[in-house]
């Protein structure tokens, strides 16, 4: 399910089932001082009732990746290569771009990036849903919630006003609530910061969307409203049959939330996998880095392992692997050639200890392969 | 919301009173007094005179006095002022009026008829008359001038600083912050007055001066004037449009300048919020992202600063009556200032910080009514 | 955040990319960013230009083009003086004298009553809006609705009024009078920032330490609030020279001797209706270039001192 897709749709069926298919993904930034690379060639896919965890520290690209698939991006600024713009792209983020084909994101067969304006705001908030970190920001404080979710239930299915605010009752009882009816006419400024990310949940599900995005839900929340938080998520998700695509940098919430996970660093995917296996077993250095990072109770009195150094200068990438700086395995062929997952072999970790990299034979950890794709 | 409005209101006494007191403190603190201004106008007798120092509580100015006496006097002058005192009678019966009351009651009660409490503001000592004659027939012509100038301030500033802030960097954009920095930096007089020379003098487009065309029409605010106009409503009000546009050029050319980059500034940030990020997530069309929700919460700190910068509008209303002849309150000011007319002075003081404190207490009102936040402070 | 491994045989020049690259950054302090930011707006360039000019003009006009109110030409063509094309580059006023003098000399007088309306707006400003900020409480309450008061009367009837009564046609008082109406605007401004920096973590810190109250005021608060007044202060300069320009203009400010710009204005209203547009135009287009000059500086600061800006 999540693995990269090949370049057409005839060649694999698996991505024909899928919900949400990205692909090559790639957004750059055009700012003063040089091009950002923020996502740079990202590919995964949801299938319909499918959760997925993305996973990276701040500045990874991923709430990038989800703005991207959502368009929420202003164009300039912000550039993602499709068919459509290939002429208008500025010259320094197309020397940087090269020859990376196209990004498409599909949705139920439709490549989201190739639709216009219009067609793609019938799917923002109806077939695609997205919620944010901020519950305190993100409302409207001069509009009650009411107001906030009846417009969007109005603008999407064409209800009534009345019928509007009943569906607006629900999505509140919906996402545990209680007195919704009083609730649903006061303003954001009323409620607590638990109350009003499920304010937004209730918002985003009050179209029944088929995708949820969650971008840091509980990132802004006490922990005690997290664990209920990610627990109404879960909840809902079941519930409505809805796939679930949550960004995070949390791996404790990945763990309980979401079936599959996807490895961010620096604006690529370097490890994929289902939650058991990436966190248990990881593979990459990257994702291992992060796991041991994790302070448990046995270490009383140790110093705490730290990943060295920092994320890379977004105007100056490091040449071969991105990671290679801060890698304790790092070897031969990691500082001159770029490892990507999609050349990759087997298919879900980004690193030459896996893949033999060119030039080289065999790479020192071919044999932790996972078992479905070792060759005999 | 009442509530809100009582609370509000009763905020405002002390400033009112600051500003009563204000008004009184500089007429008196000025060399000569209103003793020297009317023993400069001739054609009052010494029996006026005397009735005049009576009516007002004047004290004998007598600059060798010890300090405590010379403040007692003032707050003599001050009670005789605001009318808690009646100086017909001497010592404690001060505090009586005629018909043997309190003098501080309304006159229905039995209080006195004199002072600012009883809405006597005194006469003019150039003109003759009661002050608050003098002043209320300035007012329309003022009103005139600057609510049609509040009006076009506010509104194209709002035009083009949304405008401008949903274009960012068009041509527009860059037009409209260029023009804004010239004209915000130009004296508003000298603008004026070039104004009055190119579209007046060299074009002959519009009238230079006046309010009204005065071969064709009665002095304005005139009992004649008003039948005139009633007989042609029309032509009334085509030939005063006629002499505002300039008055009112000049009056808002700075002010929309200012205005507009405040709004576009503010627009901008409201626009860079995360509920405008949420609207967008949830496909609500452009139109209803930037009108609705971006621009509700951008015209709070517009809505504030406007009421901050009324003041401002009636300072500007003096220079612009000044350079257009116009007929309003600001020209009585700068004639009384230059005549000494103290108790029009402090009359037009007064008059004009109760109506800035009434359009502070507009603007706080309409914040209340945009921003739920604030109602139930 | 970057552990030197155990093995380092030395800090080698560090890769593009590499762990230690951000910190050989080279790190400029706050002002010299500032000035790097300052110096890349191009408007606040042209701004200091025109204002370095008017400045050149204000000391050395008088010198290099003495003023004589009393040489008034008999050769007029007309009770509208001589035009610029009959006497370049400016005209004449109605009596005959070059308006290009009066422009010369009108500066000095203009720009010191701009510079130093400042002066004292600023100190009282500070003063007042810093101890209201940081005190809070009562000194606030009461400052503040003392400073209110202020803001409620008009600020040109008080100031003609003032100057009228108490000027009486000479610099010093005028200017006292300027500078003594002046500074609430900025007492608020400096308020509303010493309350928002006082609740600042380095504030607290500092206290923890155990810094006393007046030094965290000014070794601390007064630092980080310098950027908007400093732009404030530009605009304070821009607002006295145009509203002595025309209070003098109205005859209630510097004596008919002293000659200041708003003074070249004051008697040119009448020869407009007879054609002569030059006498206004040109003093007036002198205060409204300083003033142009002083808003593009002042913007220019205000991108340079604010960390925050993006542009």
Redesign the interface.
């Given at each position: 399910m999540t693995a990269p897709a090949p370049a057409t749709a005839a060649d694999d069926p698996v991505a024909s089932e899928a919900l949400l298919d990205v692909r090559d993904l790639r957004t750059y930034f055009k700012v003063m001082d040089g091009v950002v690379r923020a996502v740079d060639g990202v590919s995964f896919s949801v299938a319909p009732g499918e959760t997925l965890g993305i996973v990276g520290e701040s500045g990874c690209g991923k709430s990038v990746t989800a703005l991207s698939i959502?368009r929420?991006h202003d164009t300039p600024p912000t550039w993602t290569p499709t068919d459509a713009n290939a002429e208008r792209i500025p010259e320094d983020v197309r020397t940087l771009l090269g020859d990376a084909p196209p990004s498409r994101v599909m949705f139920e067969g439709r490549d989201l990036l190739a639709l216009s304006e219009d067609e793609m705001?019938?799917?923002?908030?109806?077939d695609i849903?997205?919620i944010?970190q901020?519950p305190m920001?993100?409302?409207?404080?001069?509009?009650?919630v009411g107001e906030q979710i009846t417009?969007?239930v109005m603008?999407?299915t064409k209800a009534s006003k009345k019928d509007a605010l009943d569906k607006a009752v629900d999505s509140l009882r919906a996402v545990g609530i209680n007195n919704p009816e009083r609730r649903v006419k006061q303003?954001p400024?009323e409620m607590s910061g638990g109350m009003r990310q499920r304010v937004?949940i209730a918002?985003a599900l009050s179209c029944d969307p088929k995708l949820l995005i969650a971008d840091e839900p509980t990132t802004a929340l006490d922990v005690t409203i997290q664990a209920q938080i990610l627990e109404l998520i879960r909840e809902i998700q079941d519930r409505t049959g809805a796939a679930l695509m949550l960004i995070t940098h949390d791996l404790g919430v990945v763990a309980e939330t979401v079936h599959d996970v996807v490895v961010m660093y620096a604006g690529r995917v370097v490890e994929t996998g289902t939650v058991d296996d990436v966190l248990l077993t990881p593979k990459h250095p990257y994702t291992e880095g992060l796991l041991t990072s994790i302070p448990s109770r046995g270490m009383r009195g140790q110093r705490l392992n730290v990943i060295k150094g920092t994320v890379p200068n977004p105007f100056n990438m490091p040449t071969g692997c991105n990671f290679a700086p801060r890698c304790p395995y790092v070897f031969g062929p990691c500082t001159d050639h770029d490892p990507r997952i999609e050349d990759a072999d087997p298919a879900d970790v980004a690193c030459w200890q896996y893949t033999p990299a060119p030039g080289s034979a065999i790479p020192p950890r071919a044999h932790l392969r996972r078992s479905s794709e070792v060759s005999a | 919301m009442v509530k809100f409005i009582v609370r509000r209101s009763i905020g405002l006494l002390?400033?009112l009173l600051?500003?009563v007191v204000?008004s009184f403190l500089?007429?008196r603190?000025?060399?000569g007094g209103p003793q020297a201004a009317l023993s400069g106008i001739k054609s009052l007798t010494q029996e006026d005179r005397d009735a005049w120092v009576k009516q007002w509580c004047l004290q004998p100015v007598d600059a060798s006095d010890p300090v405590y006496v010379q403040m007692g006097k003032m707050m003599i002058e001050f009670g005789g002022w605001l009318g808690v005192l009646n100086c017909n009678n001497t010592g404690a019966q001060a505090f009586v009026s005629d018909s043997g009351n309190l003098n501080v009651l309304p006159t229905f009660l039995g209080g006195g008829d004199n002072g600012i409490i009883h809405g006597d503001l005194g006469s003019s000592i150039k003109a003759g008359r009661p002050v608050t004659e003098v002043i209320s027939e300035r007012i329309p012509a003022t009103l005139i001038l600057t609510s049609t100038a509040l009006v076009l301030w506010v509104g194209v500033a709002i035009l083009l600083g949304t405008y401008a802030a949903v274009h960012r960097y068009s041509l527009f954009d860059q037009a409209v912050t260029f023009f804004a920095?010239?004209f915000?930096?130009?004296?508003?007089?000298?603008l004026g007055?070039?104004l009055?020379?190119?579209f007046g003098?060299?074009l002959g487009l519009v009238p230079?001066g006046g309010i009204i065309t005065t071969r064709d029409w009665p002095p304005f605010n005139t009992p004649q004037y008003w039948e005139a106009f009633g007989q042609d409503p029309l032509g009334a009000v085509s030939d005063i449009g006629r002499h505002l546009i300039l008055p009112v050029a000049t009056l808002v050319a700075v002010n929309i300048a200012a205005d507009s980059r405040f709004v576009r500034a503010s627009m901008l940030e409201s626009l860079g919020?995360?509920?405008v990020?949420?609207?967008?997530?949830?496909?609500?069309?452009g139109r209803?992202v930037i009108g609705k929700?971006a621009f509700?919460?951008a015209m709070l700190p517009v809505v504030t600063n406007v009421a901050?910068e009324l003041?401002?509008l009636?300072?500007?209303a003096?220079?612009t009556e000044?350079?257009f002849t116009w007929p309003g309150m600001g020209r009585l000011?700068?004639d009384s200032?230059?005549a000494?007319d103290y108790f029009v002075?402090m009359g037009?003081?007064l008059v004009?910080?109760v109506f800035?404190?009434l359009a502070?207490l507009l603007a706080d009102v309409l914040y209340a009514v945009?921003?739920?936040?604030i109602r139930y402070d | 955040m970057s552990s030197i491994p155990a093995d380092d045989p030395g800090l080698t020049s560090p890769a593009p990319g590499s762990a230690d690259y951000e910190v050989a950054l080279q790190s400029l302090n706050q002002w010299q960013l500032a000035w790097r930011r300052f110096k890349r707006h191009r408007?606040a360039l042209v701004g200091a230009i025109i204002f370095a000019g008017m400045l050149f003009l204000a000391i050395f006009g008088p010198i290099i083009w003495p003023y004589d109110p009393l040489a008034l030409r008999r050769d007029l063509p007309g009770p509208q003086g001589f035009s610029p094309l009959e006497m370049p580059p400016m005209g004449s006023d109605g009596g005959g004298r070059a308006v290009w003098v009066l422009v010369a000399n009108g500066a000095r007088l203009s720009m010191i009553i701009g510079i130093t309306t400042m002066l004292i707006a600023v100190t009282i400003g500070i003063t007042v809006g810093g101890l209201a900020g940081f005190f809070g409480g009562r000194t606030d309450t009461i400052l503040m609705?003392f400073v209110?008061?202020m803001?409620?009367?008009?600020?040109?009837?008080?100031i003609?009024?003032?100057a009228?009564?108490?000027g009486g046609g000479e610099l010093i008082p005028l200017i006292l009078i300027f500078g003594l109406l002046s500074w609430p605007g900025l007492a608020r401004l400096v308020r509303a920032l010493f309350l928002s920096l006082r609740e600042q973590e380095f504030v607290q810190a500092a206290r923890a330490v155990g810094v006393g109250s007046l030094r965290i005021a000014f070794r601390h608060i007064l630092p980080n609030a310098v950027g908007p007044i400093i732009v404030s202060a530009t605009l304070l300069v821009?607002n006295a020279i145009?509203l002595e320009?025309?209070v003098s203009?109205?005859n209630?400010g510097l004596k008919a001797q002293d000659i200041s710009w708003g003074n070249a204005?004051a008697k040119?209203?009448q020869t407009?209706?007879v054609?002569n547009?030059w006498w206004?135009?040109f003093p007036?287009m002198a205060?409204?270039l300083t003033?142009?000059a002083?808003?593009?500086i002042g913007?220019g600061l205000r991108d340079a001192l604010d960390p925050r800006s993006k542009e």
């Open positions: 959502m929420l705001r019938q799917v923002r908030g109806n849903a997205m944010f901020e920001t993100s409302l409207n404080p001069v509009f009650t417009e969007a603008l999407h303003y400024h937004m918002m | 002390p400033l600051g500003v204000i500089l007429m603190a000025a060399p920095y010239v915000y930096s130009l004296p508003t007089f000298w007055l070039m009055i020379f190119f003098v060299a230079t919020q995360d509920y990020r949420t609207a967008k997530a949830k496909g609500l069309p209803t929700h509700r919460n901050l003041p401002f009636f300072s500007g003096i220079v000044t350079i000011f700068i200032v230059g000494r002075l037009l003081l004009t910080s800035i404190l502070n945009i921003d739920p936040r | 408007l609705r209110d008061l803001l409620t009367i008009p600020f040109l009837f008080i003609l009024v003032a009228r009564f108490f821009a145009i320009a025309f203009y109205l209630f204005l040119s209203q407009i209706a054609g547009w206004p135009f007036g205060i409204a003033v142009i002083i808003n593009f913007d």
